[in-house]
Protein backbone atom coordinates (compact mmCIF):
# COMPACT_ATOMS: atom_id res chain seq x y z
CA UNK A 1 0.00 0.00 0.00
CA UNK A 2 1.46 2.97 -1.10
CA UNK A 3 0.22 7.33 -1.26
CA UNK A 4 1.40 9.20 -4.43
CA UNK A 5 1.65 12.61 -3.81
CA UNK A 6 1.91 14.82 -6.91
CA UNK A 7 2.41 18.19 -8.00
CA UNK A 8 1.37 19.07 -11.32
CA UNK A 9 0.26 21.93 -13.41
CA UNK A 10 -2.87 22.96 -13.35
CA UNK A 11 -3.47 23.34 -16.91
CA UNK A 12 -2.32 19.61 -17.06
CA UNK A 13 -4.57 19.06 -14.40
CA UNK A 14 -7.88 17.61 -16.50
CA UNK A 15 -6.09 15.31 -18.82
CA UNK A 16 -4.19 13.58 -15.98
CA UNK A 17 -7.48 13.31 -14.14
CA UNK A 18 -9.30 11.09 -17.42
CA UNK A 19 -5.98 9.44 -17.63
CA UNK A 20 -6.59 8.56 -14.26
CA UNK A 21 -10.22 7.24 -13.86
CA UNK A 22 -9.13 5.13 -17.07
CA UNK A 23 -6.69 3.63 -15.38
CA UNK A 24 -7.38 1.31 -11.88
CA UNK A 25 -7.55 4.47 -9.95
CA UNK A 26 -11.05 4.82 -8.26
CA UNK A 27 -10.79 7.91 -6.09
CA UNK A 28 -7.86 10.54 -5.67
CA UNK A 29 -7.96 13.93 -3.98
CA UNK A 30 -6.56 16.68 -5.41
CA UNK A 31 -6.08 20.95 -3.74
CA UNK A 32 -5.10 24.12 -5.62
CA UNK A 33 -1.51 24.89 -3.84
CA UNK A 34 0.77 27.97 -3.42
CA UNK A 35 4.39 27.29 -3.63
CA UNK A 36 7.20 29.51 -3.29
CA UNK A 37 10.07 28.60 -5.89
CA UNK A 38 13.24 29.92 -7.20
CA UNK A 39 11.49 30.90 -10.82
CA UNK A 40 9.79 33.96 -10.74
CA UNK A 41 6.46 35.67 -12.44
CA UNK A 42 6.94 38.81 -13.96
CA UNK A 43 3.34 41.07 -13.85
CA UNK A 44 3.00 44.80 -14.19
CA UNK A 45 0.10 46.39 -11.78
CA UNK A 46 -0.87 50.06 -13.06
CA UNK A 47 2.69 50.89 -14.75
CA UNK A 48 4.35 49.05 -11.42
CA UNK A 49 6.31 46.12 -12.53
CA UNK A 50 6.64 43.36 -10.06
CA UNK A 51 7.54 39.85 -9.85
CA UNK A 52 5.97 37.14 -7.77
CA UNK A 53 7.22 33.62 -6.47
CA UNK A 54 3.94 32.51 -5.40
CA UNK A 55 4.12 29.51 -8.00
CA UNK A 56 0.30 27.92 -8.34
CA UNK A 57 -0.25 24.15 -9.25
CA UNK A 58 -2.45 21.56 -8.33
CA UNK A 59 -1.38 18.70 -5.79
CA UNK A 60 -2.93 15.11 -6.58
CA UNK A 61 -3.06 12.40 -3.69
CA UNK A 62 -3.62 9.15 -4.19
CA UNK A 63 -3.51 5.76 -2.23
CA UNK A 64 -3.54 2.39 -3.88
CA UNK A 65 -2.41 -1.31 -3.68
CA UNK A 66 1.60 -1.63 -4.39
CA UNK A 67 0.93 -2.86 -7.88
CA UNK A 68 -0.95 -0.16 -9.23
CA UNK A 69 2.12 2.53 -8.31
CA UNK A 70 3.88 2.03 -11.47
CA UNK A 71 1.20 2.42 -13.57
CA UNK A 72 -0.46 5.41 -12.13
CA UNK A 73 3.43 6.83 -11.90
CA UNK A 74 3.41 6.27 -15.84
CA UNK A 75 0.29 7.61 -16.31
CA UNK A 76 0.92 10.79 -14.91
CA UNK A 77 4.04 11.00 -16.10
CA UNK A 78 3.18 10.84 -19.58
CA UNK A 79 0.26 12.83 -19.56
CA UNK A 80 1.54 16.06 -17.37
CA UNK A 81 4.42 16.27 -19.03
CA UNK A 82 5.17 19.08 -21.47
CA UNK A 83 9.30 19.37 -21.36
CA UNK A 84 9.11 23.42 -19.25
CA UNK A 85 10.41 23.92 -16.32
CA UNK A 86 8.02 23.62 -13.94
CA UNK A 87 6.68 20.04 -15.03
CA UNK A 88 6.38 19.42 -11.10
CA UNK A 89 7.21 16.13 -9.26
CA UNK A 90 6.03 12.86 -7.78
CA UNK A 91 6.47 11.39 -4.14
CA UNK A 92 5.85 7.95 -3.55
CA UNK A 93 5.65 6.70 0.13
CA UNK A 94 4.70 3.87 2.12
CA UNK A 95 1.89 4.00 3.31
CA UNK A 96 1.20 1.57 6.83
CA UNK A 97 -2.76 0.85 6.88
CA UNK A 98 -6.28 2.25 5.49
CA UNK A 99 -9.25 1.95 7.31
CA UNK A 100 -12.95 1.47 5.85
CA UNK A 101 -15.01 3.72 7.61
CA UNK A 102 -18.37 2.25 5.94
CA UNK A 103 -17.45 -1.24 6.68
CA UNK A 104 -14.73 -1.13 9.24
CA UNK A 105 -11.90 -3.39 7.51
CA UNK A 106 -8.57 -2.04 7.43
CA UNK A 107 -5.79 -3.32 4.60
CA UNK A 108 -5.35 -3.85 0.97
CA UNK A 109 -8.93 -4.70 0.71
CA UNK A 110 -10.21 -1.52 0.86
CA UNK A 111 -8.69 -0.28 -1.65
CA UNK A 112 -9.58 -1.36 -4.80
CA UNK A 113 -8.03 -4.25 -6.52
CA UNK A 114 -7.76 -5.02 -10.64
CA UNK A 115 -11.46 -4.94 -12.61
CA UNK B 1 -40.84 78.51 -26.61
CA UNK B 2 -43.78 76.32 -27.36
CA UNK B 3 -45.30 73.87 -24.56
CA UNK B 4 -43.91 70.35 -25.81
CA UNK B 5 -40.66 72.21 -26.96
CA UNK B 6 -40.13 72.63 -22.94
CA UNK B 7 -41.28 69.57 -21.92
CA UNK B 8 -39.00 67.68 -24.87
CA UNK B 9 -36.19 69.78 -22.91
CA UNK B 10 -37.39 69.19 -19.76
CA UNK B 11 -37.63 65.43 -20.31
CA UNK B 12 -34.23 65.64 -21.70
CA UNK B 13 -32.79 66.71 -18.55
CA UNK B 14 -34.33 64.71 -16.22
CA UNK B 15 -33.58 61.91 -18.28
CA UNK B 16 -29.64 63.08 -18.26
CA UNK B 17 -29.66 63.75 -14.33
CA UNK B 18 -30.56 59.91 -14.27
CA UNK B 19 -27.34 59.11 -16.11
CA UNK B 20 -25.17 61.77 -14.42
CA UNK B 21 -26.61 60.04 -11.04
CA UNK B 22 -25.60 56.20 -12.47
CA UNK B 23 -22.12 57.59 -12.64
CA UNK B 24 -22.35 57.54 -8.99
CA UNK B 25 -22.32 53.14 -9.07
CA UNK B 26 -19.38 53.71 -11.94
CA UNK B 27 -17.17 55.14 -9.53
CA UNK B 28 -17.98 53.19 -6.87
CA UNK B 29 -17.73 50.41 -8.78
CA UNK B 30 -14.02 51.32 -10.00
CA UNK B 31 -12.49 52.53 -6.80
CA UNK B 32 -13.59 48.87 -5.14
CA UNK B 33 -12.20 47.09 -8.07
CA UNK B 34 -8.97 49.18 -7.96
CA UNK B 35 -8.12 48.60 -3.81
CA UNK B 36 -8.31 45.99 -1.62
CA UNK B 37 -11.06 43.57 -0.29
CA UNK B 38 -10.61 44.92 3.31
CA UNK B 39 -11.37 47.99 2.29
CA UNK B 40 -14.19 47.02 0.05
CA UNK B 41 -16.82 48.65 2.31
CA UNK B 42 -15.02 51.47 3.29
CA UNK B 43 -14.91 52.67 -0.24
CA UNK B 44 -18.08 52.11 -1.06
CA UNK B 45 -19.82 53.66 2.13
CA UNK B 46 -17.43 56.91 1.26
CA UNK B 47 -19.43 56.80 -2.66
CA UNK B 48 -22.69 56.47 -0.47
CA UNK B 49 -21.73 59.62 1.25
CA UNK B 50 -20.76 62.20 -0.97
CA UNK B 51 -24.03 61.80 -3.13
CA UNK B 52 -25.79 62.11 0.27
CA UNK B 53 -24.13 64.65 1.84
CA UNK B 54 -24.15 66.54 -1.63
CA UNK B 55 -28.47 66.09 -2.30
CA UNK B 56 -28.88 67.65 0.95
CA UNK B 57 -26.40 70.61 1.08
CA UNK B 58 -26.46 71.62 -2.61
CA UNK B 59 -30.17 71.98 -2.04
CA UNK B 60 -30.06 73.53 1.21
CA UNK B 61 -27.63 76.51 0.62
CA UNK B 62 -24.93 75.12 -2.56
CA UNK B 63 -27.39 75.84 -5.08
CA UNK B 64 -28.01 79.36 -4.15
CA UNK B 65 -24.34 79.78 -3.96
CA UNK B 66 -23.88 78.65 -7.40
CA UNK B 67 -26.84 80.28 -8.92
CA UNK B 68 -28.16 82.66 -6.72
CA UNK B 69 -27.98 86.43 -7.36
CA UNK B 70 -24.19 88.25 -7.07
CA UNK B 71 -23.27 88.95 -3.05
CA UNK B 72 -19.62 89.74 -1.86
CA UNK B 73 -18.88 91.54 -5.51
CA UNK B 74 -19.62 87.96 -7.54
CA UNK B 75 -17.85 86.12 -5.29
CA UNK B 76 -20.42 83.94 -4.10
CA UNK B 77 -24.48 83.95 -5.42
CA UNK B 78 -26.90 84.76 -1.80
CA UNK B 79 -27.47 81.46 -0.46
CA UNK B 80 -30.76 79.92 -1.22
CA UNK B 81 -31.64 78.06 2.55
CA UNK B 82 -33.82 75.51 1.14
CA UNK B 83 -35.57 77.71 -1.07
CA UNK B 84 -35.97 77.57 -4.63
CA UNK B 85 -38.33 80.51 -5.39
CA UNK B 86 -35.46 82.59 -6.56
CA UNK B 87 -34.28 80.67 -10.00
CA UNK B 88 -35.35 82.07 -12.94
CA UNK B 89 -35.66 79.96 -16.23
CA UNK B 90 -37.59 78.39 -18.65
CA UNK B 91 -37.15 74.93 -17.42
CA UNK B 92 -38.77 73.96 -13.80
CA UNK B 93 -36.57 74.71 -11.24
CA UNK B 94 -36.53 71.50 -9.27
CA UNK B 95 -35.52 69.37 -12.06
CA UNK B 96 -32.55 72.09 -12.59
CA UNK B 97 -31.55 71.55 -9.08
CA UNK B 98 -31.65 67.71 -9.59
CA UNK B 99 -29.71 68.22 -12.57
CA UNK B 100 -26.97 70.43 -11.04
CA UNK B 101 -26.90 68.11 -8.13
CA UNK B 102 -26.00 65.02 -9.72
CA UNK B 103 -23.13 67.49 -11.33
CA UNK B 104 -22.38 68.63 -7.88
CA UNK B 105 -22.10 64.75 -6.37
CA UNK B 106 -19.53 63.96 -9.51
CA UNK B 107 -16.98 66.66 -8.53
CA UNK B 108 -17.22 65.35 -4.78
CA UNK B 109 -16.88 61.91 -5.32
CA UNK B 110 -13.58 61.71 -7.48
CA UNK B 111 -11.41 62.70 -4.28
CA UNK B 112 -12.74 59.38 -2.57
CA UNK B 113 -10.94 56.85 -4.83
CA UNK B 114 -7.54 58.61 -4.30
CA UNK B 115 -7.57 58.78 -0.46
CA UNK B 116 -8.86 55.33 -0.43
CA UNK B 117 -7.66 52.53 1.73
CA UNK B 118 -6.22 54.82 4.83
CA UNK B 119 -8.40 58.75 5.69
CA UNK B 120 -10.67 58.36 8.52
CA UNK B 121 -14.09 57.95 7.45
CA UNK B 122 -15.54 60.74 10.26
CA UNK B 123 -12.85 63.22 8.09
CA UNK B 124 -14.21 62.50 5.34
CA UNK B 125 -17.12 63.69 5.95
CA UNK B 126 -16.36 66.73 6.81
CA UNK B 127 -14.19 67.02 3.52
CA UNK B 128 -17.55 65.68 1.61
CA UNK B 129 -20.13 68.66 3.32
CA UNK B 130 -17.23 70.93 2.31
CA UNK B 131 -16.88 70.46 -1.54
CA UNK B 132 -20.71 70.39 -1.55
CA UNK B 133 -20.74 73.36 0.39
CA UNK B 134 -18.05 75.48 -0.31
CA UNK B 135 -15.58 74.34 -3.13
CA UNK B 136 -17.85 73.18 -5.59
CA UNK B 137 -20.20 75.98 -5.47
CA UNK B 138 -18.13 78.97 -5.28
CA UNK B 139 -16.24 78.23 -8.57
CA UNK B 140 -19.34 76.87 -10.13
CA UNK B 141 -20.84 80.31 -9.58
CA UNK B 142 -18.26 82.34 -11.32
CA UNK B 143 -18.39 79.93 -14.38
CA UNK B 144 -21.99 78.26 -15.13
CA UNK B 145 -23.60 80.31 -12.28
CA UNK B 146 -23.34 83.06 -14.63
CA UNK B 147 -20.42 84.55 -12.56
CA UNK B 148 -17.54 87.24 -13.52
CA UNK B 149 -15.21 84.02 -15.86
CA UNK B 150 -18.34 83.43 -18.18
CA UNK B 151 -19.46 87.18 -18.38
CA UNK B 152 -19.64 87.92 -21.78
CA UNK B 153 -20.93 91.63 -21.68
CA UNK B 154 -18.61 94.07 -23.45
CA UNK B 155 -17.02 95.91 -20.72
CA UNK B 156 -16.88 92.64 -18.51
CA UNK B 157 -13.46 91.82 -17.56
CA UNK B 158 -12.97 88.34 -19.59
CA UNK B 159 -14.27 90.46 -22.62
CA UNK B 160 -11.81 93.42 -22.17
CA UNK B 161 -8.70 90.97 -21.25
CA UNK B 162 -9.07 87.96 -24.02
CA UNK B 163 -12.03 89.32 -26.04
CA UNK B 164 -13.70 85.46 -25.00
CA UNK B 165 -15.07 84.18 -22.41
CA UNK B 166 -14.47 80.86 -20.70
CA UNK B 167 -16.23 78.00 -21.84
CA UNK B 168 -16.63 74.59 -19.84
CA UNK B 169 -19.75 72.64 -21.35
CA UNK B 170 -19.77 70.47 -19.29
CA UNK B 171 -17.07 70.20 -16.37
CA UNK B 172 -13.89 69.19 -17.28
CA UNK B 173 -12.44 71.79 -15.21
CA UNK B 174 -15.34 72.96 -13.45
CA UNK B 175 -16.21 69.00 -11.97
CA UNK B 176 -13.42 67.01 -13.10
CA UNK B 177 -9.94 69.08 -12.55
CA UNK B 178 -11.57 70.46 -9.12
CA UNK B 179 -12.55 66.99 -8.16
CA UNK B 180 -8.08 66.19 -9.21
CA UNK B 181 -7.10 68.71 -7.90
CA UNK B 182 -8.65 68.17 -4.75
CA UNK B 183 -7.65 64.64 -4.48
CA UNK B 184 -3.89 65.33 -5.52
CA UNK B 185 -3.81 67.56 -2.25
CA UNK B 186 -5.64 65.20 -0.50
CA UNK B 187 -3.51 62.38 -1.39
CA UNK B 188 -0.48 64.62 -0.21
CA UNK B 189 -1.79 65.26 2.88
CA UNK B 190 -2.54 61.64 3.55
CA UNK B 191 0.80 60.60 2.58
CA UNK B 192 1.33 56.60 1.15
CA UNK B 193 -0.43 53.55 1.86
CA UNK B 194 1.83 51.10 3.85
CA UNK B 195 4.15 49.18 2.15
CA UNK B 196 3.40 51.10 -1.14
CA UNK B 197 7.30 52.71 -1.28
CA UNK B 198 10.18 51.06 0.19
CA UNK B 199 12.82 53.04 2.12
CA UNK B 200 15.03 53.20 -1.09
CA UNK B 201 11.50 54.83 -2.73
CA UNK B 202 11.00 52.05 -5.02
CA UNK B 203 6.77 52.22 -5.92
CA UNK B 204 5.58 48.47 -5.13
CA UNK B 205 2.35 47.33 -6.98
CA UNK B 206 -0.59 47.17 -4.45
CA UNK B 207 -3.03 45.12 -7.14
CA UNK B 208 -6.83 45.72 -6.93
CA UNK B 209 -9.19 43.46 -5.44
CA UNK B 210 -11.37 43.10 -8.58
CA UNK B 211 -11.05 44.60 -11.78
CA UNK B 212 -13.71 42.64 -13.08
CA UNK B 213 -15.55 45.16 -10.90
CA UNK B 214 -13.58 48.24 -11.97
CA UNK B 215 -14.14 46.97 -15.17
CA UNK B 216 -18.02 47.19 -14.66
CA UNK B 217 -17.71 50.55 -13.53
CA UNK B 218 -15.92 52.09 -16.28
CA UNK B 219 -18.46 51.05 -18.81
CA UNK B 220 -20.74 52.42 -16.47
CA UNK B 221 -19.36 55.54 -16.08
CA UNK B 222 -19.16 55.52 -19.94
CA UNK B 223 -22.76 55.55 -19.81
CA UNK B 224 -23.36 57.94 -17.75
CA UNK B 225 -21.37 60.76 -19.79
CA UNK B 226 -24.04 59.80 -22.32
CA UNK B 227 -26.10 62.46 -20.02
CA UNK B 228 -22.73 64.34 -18.67
CA UNK B 229 -22.40 65.74 -22.00
CA UNK B 230 -25.62 65.75 -23.66
CA UNK B 231 -27.83 66.76 -20.88
CA UNK B 232 -25.36 69.93 -20.65
CA UNK B 233 -26.79 71.15 -23.63
CA UNK B 234 -29.91 71.60 -21.58
CA UNK B 235 -32.44 71.35 -24.55
CA UNK B 236 -33.39 68.98 -26.98
CA UNK B 237 -36.34 70.39 -29.10
CA UNK B 238 -35.57 71.87 -32.17
CA UNK B 239 -33.20 71.48 -34.80
CA UNK B 240 -30.57 73.93 -34.01
CA UNK B 241 -30.96 71.26 -30.16
CA UNK B 242 -31.33 67.83 -31.89
CA UNK B 243 -28.19 68.33 -33.88
CA UNK B 244 -26.06 69.70 -31.11
CA UNK B 245 -26.78 66.77 -28.53
CA UNK B 246 -25.92 64.41 -31.36
CA UNK B 247 -23.05 65.95 -32.19
CA UNK B 248 -22.02 66.06 -28.52
CA UNK B 249 -22.82 62.21 -28.22
CA UNK B 250 -20.58 61.62 -31.24
CA UNK B 251 -17.72 63.30 -30.33
CA UNK B 252 -17.90 61.82 -26.37
CA UNK B 253 -17.81 58.63 -27.73
CA UNK B 254 -14.82 59.69 -29.89
CA UNK B 255 -12.15 60.94 -27.29
CA UNK B 256 -13.25 57.55 -25.19
CA UNK B 257 -12.43 54.86 -27.58
CA UNK B 258 -9.76 57.17 -28.51
CA UNK B 259 -8.46 57.46 -24.67
CA UNK B 260 -8.42 53.76 -24.34
CA UNK B 261 -6.54 53.05 -27.52
CA UNK B 262 -4.24 55.76 -27.08
CA UNK B 263 -3.38 53.84 -23.50
CA UNK B 264 -3.51 50.37 -24.72
CA UNK B 265 -0.98 50.86 -27.33
CA UNK B 266 1.34 53.06 -25.03
CA UNK B 267 1.16 50.54 -21.77
CA UNK B 268 1.74 48.29 -24.20
CA UNK B 269 5.03 49.71 -25.86
CA UNK B 270 6.38 50.39 -22.18
CA UNK B 271 5.64 47.93 -20.19
CA UNK B 272 5.55 45.12 -22.88
CA UNK B 273 1.99 44.31 -22.52
CA UNK B 274 -1.48 46.38 -22.73
CA UNK B 275 -2.35 46.48 -19.41
CA UNK B 276 -6.28 46.45 -18.12
CA UNK B 277 -6.07 48.69 -15.23
CA UNK B 278 -4.75 51.60 -17.03
CA UNK B 279 -6.57 50.99 -20.08
CA UNK B 280 -9.89 51.81 -17.82
CA UNK B 281 -8.66 54.74 -16.90
CA UNK B 282 -7.26 55.61 -20.36
CA UNK B 283 -11.26 55.68 -21.27
CA UNK B 284 -11.97 57.81 -18.82
CA UNK B 285 -9.14 60.36 -19.50
CA UNK B 286 -10.39 60.46 -23.26
CA UNK B 287 -13.63 61.49 -21.41
CA UNK B 288 -12.78 63.75 -18.94
CA UNK B 289 -10.36 65.46 -22.01
CA UNK B 290 -13.59 66.10 -24.12
CA UNK B 291 -15.84 67.18 -21.42
CA UNK B 292 -15.12 70.63 -21.77
CA UNK B 293 -15.25 71.44 -25.16
CA UNK B 294 -17.65 68.26 -26.86
CA UNK B 295 -19.99 71.20 -28.28
CA UNK B 296 -17.17 73.00 -29.75
CA UNK B 297 -14.54 70.23 -31.65
CA UNK B 298 -15.22 68.60 -34.34
CA UNK B 299 -15.46 64.69 -34.03
CA UNK B 300 -11.77 65.15 -35.45
CA UNK B 301 -10.92 67.42 -32.65
CA UNK B 302 -12.55 64.39 -30.32
CA UNK B 303 -10.05 62.12 -31.26
CA UNK B 304 -7.56 63.93 -31.06
CA UNK B 305 -8.23 64.93 -27.76
CA UNK B 306 -8.86 61.36 -26.67
CA UNK B 307 -5.52 60.03 -27.98
CA UNK B 308 -3.58 63.12 -26.21
CA UNK B 309 -5.05 62.45 -22.96
CA UNK B 310 -4.88 58.79 -23.21
CA UNK B 311 -1.41 58.75 -23.69
CA UNK B 312 -0.57 61.84 -21.30
CA UNK B 313 -2.37 59.72 -18.40
CA UNK B 314 0.12 56.83 -18.78
CA UNK B 315 3.10 59.33 -18.42
CA UNK B 316 1.24 61.23 -15.76
CA UNK B 317 0.70 58.26 -13.29
CA UNK B 318 4.23 57.09 -13.69
CA UNK B 319 5.27 61.06 -12.86
CA UNK B 320 2.87 61.14 -9.84
CA UNK B 321 3.84 57.55 -8.27
CA UNK B 322 7.07 56.62 -8.96
CA UNK B 323 8.52 60.39 -9.04
CA UNK B 324 7.05 62.51 -6.77
CA UNK B 325 5.84 59.10 -4.69
CA UNK B 326 2.39 60.58 -4.14
CA UNK B 327 0.36 57.38 -3.80
CA UNK B 328 -3.34 58.14 -5.96
CA UNK B 329 -4.65 53.96 -6.03
CA UNK B 330 -7.28 54.60 -8.99
CA UNK B 331 -5.38 57.65 -10.91
CA UNK B 332 -8.37 59.92 -9.58
CA UNK B 333 -5.65 62.93 -10.06
CA UNK B 334 -4.02 61.89 -13.32
CA UNK B 335 -7.65 61.19 -14.62
CA UNK B 336 -9.87 64.15 -13.22
CA UNK B 337 -6.99 66.56 -12.64
CA UNK B 338 -4.68 66.03 -15.30
CA UNK B 339 -6.71 65.51 -18.19
CA UNK B 340 -9.36 67.77 -17.25
CA UNK B 341 -6.46 70.63 -17.30
CA UNK B 342 -5.42 69.33 -20.62
CA UNK B 343 -9.06 68.70 -22.09
CA UNK B 344 -9.96 72.66 -21.05
CA UNK B 345 -6.34 73.94 -23.00
CA UNK B 346 -7.00 71.87 -25.90
CA UNK B 347 -10.71 72.91 -26.37
CA UNK B 348 -9.22 76.78 -27.03
CA UNK B 349 -6.70 75.22 -29.43
CA UNK B 350 -9.51 73.00 -31.34
CA UNK B 351 -12.77 74.79 -30.99
CA UNK B 352 -13.66 75.13 -34.75
CA UNK B 353 -15.26 78.05 -34.17
CA UNK B 354 -13.17 80.13 -32.02
CA UNK B 355 -10.04 78.05 -31.16
CA UNK B 356 -6.65 79.34 -31.98
CA UNK B 357 -5.71 76.10 -34.38
CA UNK B 358 -8.93 77.19 -36.97
CA UNK B 359 -7.97 80.80 -36.80
CA UNK B 360 -9.89 82.31 -34.27
CA UNK B 361 -6.34 83.93 -32.95
CA UNK B 362 -5.07 83.21 -29.16
CA UNK B 363 -7.49 85.10 -27.14
CA UNK B 364 -10.12 81.88 -26.53
CA UNK B 365 -7.30 79.94 -25.65
CA UNK B 366 -5.97 82.87 -23.30
CA UNK B 367 -9.70 82.95 -21.55
CA UNK B 368 -9.14 78.87 -21.26
CA UNK B 369 -5.46 79.38 -19.75
CA UNK B 370 -6.90 82.02 -17.72
CA UNK B 371 -10.34 80.19 -16.41
CA UNK B 372 -8.43 76.84 -15.46
CA UNK B 373 -6.05 78.52 -13.39
CA UNK B 374 -8.08 80.63 -11.33
CA UNK B 375 -10.38 77.48 -10.93
CA UNK B 376 -7.75 75.16 -10.12
CA UNK B 377 -5.89 77.76 -7.90
CA UNK B 378 -9.15 77.70 -6.05
CA UNK B 379 -9.87 74.26 -5.61
CA UNK B 380 -6.28 73.68 -4.44
CA UNK B 381 -6.26 76.16 -1.98
CA UNK B 382 -9.55 75.12 -0.89
CA UNK B 383 -7.47 71.67 -0.51
CA UNK B 384 -4.32 72.68 1.44
CA UNK B 385 -6.39 74.61 3.95
CA UNK B 386 -8.44 72.02 4.39
CA UNK B 387 -7.21 69.07 4.34
CA UNK B 388 -3.86 70.03 6.12
CA UNK B 389 -6.50 71.78 8.75
CA UNK B 390 -8.36 68.31 9.56
CA UNK B 391 -4.55 66.75 9.42
CA UNK B 392 -3.32 69.42 12.20
CA UNK B 393 -6.49 69.57 14.29
CA UNK B 394 -7.44 66.20 14.53
CA UNK B 395 -5.58 63.96 12.16
CA UNK B 396 -6.73 62.11 8.58
CA UNK B 397 -5.06 59.06 8.88
CA UNK B 398 -6.43 55.94 10.57
CA UNK B 399 -3.68 53.93 12.67
CA UNK B 400 -1.42 51.64 11.36
CA UNK B 401 -3.06 48.64 12.72
CA UNK B 402 -6.14 49.42 11.28
CA UNK B 403 -4.74 50.06 8.06
CA UNK B 404 -3.20 46.86 8.01
CA UNK B 405 -5.89 44.70 9.22
CA UNK B 406 -8.98 46.82 6.85
CA UNK B 407 -10.87 49.76 7.67
CA UNK B 408 -14.40 47.63 6.78
CA UNK B 409 -14.06 46.11 10.19
CA UNK B 410 -12.72 48.69 13.05
CA UNK B 411 -14.06 51.54 10.89
CA UNK B 412 -17.50 50.21 9.92
CA UNK B 413 -17.80 46.78 12.07
CA UNK B 414 -18.88 44.52 8.49
CA UNK B 415 -17.04 43.53 5.68
CA UNK B 416 -18.35 43.01 1.91
CA UNK B 417 -16.76 39.31 1.78
CA UNK B 418 -18.01 36.82 4.48
Redesign the interface.
Known sequence: MKKIEAIIRKTKFEDVKDALLHSDIDWFEYHNVHGIGQSREERIYRGVQYSTDVIERVALTIVCRDQFVDPTVKVILRVAHTGEIGDGRIFVSDMIDTWSIRTGENGDTVLRDKK | MNEVGISLDTVWMLLAAMLVFWMQPGFALCEAGFTRSKNCANILMKNFVDFMFGSLLFFFIGFGIMFGSDILGGFIGLPNWGDLSFYEGDLPVEGFLIFETVFCATSATIVSGAMAERTKFSMYLVYSAFISLIIYPIEGHWTWGGGWLCNDAADSFMMTTFGDVFHDFAGSAIVHSVGGVLAFIGAIALGPRLGKYSKEGK??????HNLTLASLGVFILWLGWFGFNPGSQLAAAGEVNRIAISHVFLTTNLAAVAGGVATMFV?WM????P?L??TL?GILAGLVGITAGCDLVSPVGAVIIGLVCGVVL?FA??FI??KLHIDDPV?ASSVHGVCGILGTLMTGLLSTSNGAFYGGGWGFFGAECFGILVIDLWAAACGLILFFGIKKLHGLRVDARIEEEGLDIYEHGESCYN
Open positions: SHAIPGTRYGKSSLNVIEDHG
